[in-house]
Structures are given as structure tokens and as C-alpha cells.
């Protein structure tokens, strides 16, 4: 593995990240088995591991803390708060209350005393970014935290937060998590510059495009995809016809397309890594083979002509909308105002 430094925090870590999503209750339950593909990516050289709370409600985490002992000081661990952990309506967000209780669970469950990196998971649009930032910089002047990071933020609430982390002399995100792949290129219009721009590391998920790129999904043929059943996106006509197009382009390289989409994940100089999220061995050794694969300009120019920089086909289902798309009232004007308008015009 050749490490990169995450953004400017001085630490190192590998182009791939181990993401822990995967390991538990929604994908494989079999907590020995999970606990191995943790070692046989740590014996490979990946040291960054990636959770959340919210995965399998803590069993994720509680298998990344058995599989860490006695290695927990050499790997950069990282986790997210903000998930739904139960019925309350305040075991979720990002509001003081909950992240000062929900990190001594994590830290319980992930048999720490410290993180490396807590992200939030979502933005919390009902909580005040001062507040949440406020929270998170007690937690890395208590010795808790080492650094702390925003994951689907859009780039405006991104440029927000630094400047509240300015002003009040709070900590700042040092990372962002955002998703990334050959058909989803959205963040290179504004993300990965920004932050380019404040010296932000980023971590990107789903670089396989939630199986879209394993080139098990073609045109015209039934999908053996678990997931193609409950996800929209996996049926969208034009990222199937850019796989189409994607995987003569991979034969032609000599690479399975896996390694093609992996590659170009970790291309663009503004990602510092690619989250993997293994679910069998199989998948991990795959994943693994394609760490040293790079494309020359003649294959990314290829890629490009495919998918337009910039450009996402289609939308992931599990993709962040802020409230300004979902809520009906932040985007259409009341009819009363509406019909006043119309009568006035």
C-alpha cells in the first residue's frame, strides 16, 4: 500500500478504507467469518477502518471492536453518529444531547477509548451546526476524538461549517465522506474543490456504485443483485447503458471492470481514499487485487467521454437530499399566494 496523508491532519492512511457496513445483521451475521475479512484486509496493509452506529444498530461496531484487539493502536479507526439507534425520538441527530451519549456507546461497542475520525452521518437541518460543532470539540479536547468529519454534506453547508468553526475557535471537519464513482461524478463540480480548498481529506463510498460495477447488471439480463430488488437506481436505463459501454473499455485495458471503477476512484487527486465494503472474502480478495491498478490518461479520457466529468446518471437511493428537495413547502410557494399571483397577473 502506498498511504496518503488524510487532508492536513498528518495522519496516514491507505487508498482503501474498510468499510464495516457489511458486517452484521444486514450482511453477513456470521460474526467469526467477518471478523476474519477484517484481518485479511489488515494483513494486506489497509489500516483505515470505517463505521457507523447505525449498521445492524451497533453490531457492526461491536465487530470491529473484537476484530481489533490487539491492533487497535495501529489502525486508523473511524465511525459515524447520527443514525436512528431505537425509538426514542432523541436516539438520533446531531444534537449535544445525543452525541455526548452516543459516543460512549460506540466507544463500548468498538472497545476503545478513543476515535480517530467521528463523523456525522447526515447533515441534522433541525439542529444549529454550531451546536453540533460545539459538542464535537469538547469531545477532541477531552482526548475522545482525534479528528472530526461531515459525510453527504452538500458543498455550501461544507463551506458553512468552516466558517462557523472560524468564528466561534471550534474544531473544524477535517474530512468529508461523500459518494463517488464512474456514475456518480457530481462531487467534482464543487465538493472535492471545496474540499480541495480547506484541506479537507475525503473518503468516498460506494466507488462500485452499489453493484453497479461489478458487471453483474446488463442490459436485457435478470440481475443476481440482492440489493437490485429494493434499489431503484440499479434499474436506471442510463447508468446501464454507460455499464454497457464501461465494460468493453475494461476488457480492452485487460481488467475486470471492478478494478477499472476502483481505480478510478482513487484518481482524481482531490480523494484520499475509496471505502470497500466486502460482505464475503471473495469480494475482499477481488477488491484487494485491484489496489495496485493504475489508468493512464488514455482510459480516464475514455471514462470521460462515457460519463462527462461533473456528471451524475441517475441518483443512488441512499444518496443525501437536503430539506430544500424533499420538503414540499421549501420549494412551491402556497397556492393561495400562487392563485393571488395569477389573479394580480
Do not use: C
Not at 46 to 72: H, M, P, W
Not at 328 to 345: E, G, K, Q
Amino acid at each position: 500500500m502506498h498511504y496518503r496523508t488524510l487532508g492536513r491532519t498528518g495522519i496516514q492512511v491507505s487508498p482503501y478504507a474498510l468499510g464495516a457496513m457489511m458486517f452484521g445483521a444486514i450482511g453477513n451475521p456470521d460474526h467469526d467469518e467477518s471478523i476474519r475479512i477484517i484481518h485479511r484486509a489488515l494483513d494486506a496493509g489497509i489500516n483505515f477502518v470505517d463505521t457507523a452506529d447505525a449498521y445492524s444498530r451497533g453490531e457492526s461496531e461491536e465487530i470491529v471492536g473484537k476484530a481489533l484487539q490487539g491492533r487497535r493502536d495501529r489502525i486508523v479507526l473511524a465511525t459515524k453518529v447520527n443514525g436512528v439507534m431505537g425509538g426514542d425520538p432523541n436516539q438520533r441527530g446531531l444534537s449535544r444531547r445525543w452525541i455526548m451519549k452516543e459516543v460512549e456507546d460506540s466507544l463500548r461497542r468498538l472497545r476503545t477509548d478513543y476515535l480517530d475520525l467521528y463523523q456525522i452521518h447526515r447533515p441534522d437541518p433541525s439542529t444549529d451546526i454550531e451546536e453540533t460543532l460545539s459538542a464535537l470539540t469538547d469531545l477532541v479536547r477531552s482526548g475522545k476524538v482525534r479528528a472530526i468529519g461531515s459525510s453527504t454534506m452538500p458543498a455550501s453547508d461544507m463551506v458553512e461549517a468552516q466558517w462557523v468553526a472560524e468564528r466561534r475557535g471550534l474544531e473544524r471537519f477535517r474530512t468529508e465522506q461523500p459518494t463517488y464513482s464512474i456514475l456518480s461524478r457530481g462531487i467534482e463540480r464543487e465538493i472535492l474543490p471545496v474540499a480541495q480548498r480547506y484541506g479537507m481529506g475525503v473518503l468516498v463510498w460506494s466507488p462500485l456504485a452499489q453493484g453497479m460495477l461489478t458487471g453483474r447488471v446488463r442490459k436485457g439480463v435478470q440481475t443476481d443483485l440482492r440489493r437490485a430488488r429494493i434499489f431503484t437506481h440499479i434499474h436506471d436505463e442510463s447508468r446501464i447503458d454507460a455499464v454497457e459501454q464501461l465494460i468493453p473499455l475494461a476488457e480492452k485495458a485487460g481488467i475486470p471492470l471492478t478494478h477499472l471503477a476502483m481505480a478510478f476512484s482513487i484518481a482524481h487527486p482531490g480523494v484520499t481514499s475509496a471505502i470497500i465494503g466486502p460482505r464475503t472474502m471473495e469480494q475482499l480478495d477481488d477488491l484487494l487485487a485491484s489496489a495496485e491498478v493504475t489508468l493512464d490518461d488514455e482510459i480516464l479520457d475514455e471514462i470521460d467521454t462515457i460519463v462527462p466529468p461533473g456528471t451524475d446518471l441517475g441518483r443512488l437511493d441512499m444518496a443525501y437530499a437536503p430539506p430544500s428537495i424533499t420538503e414540499v413547502p421549501l420549494r412551491r410557494r402556497p397556492a393561495s399566494a400562487r392563485a393571488a399571483r395569477t389573479v394580480m397577473a
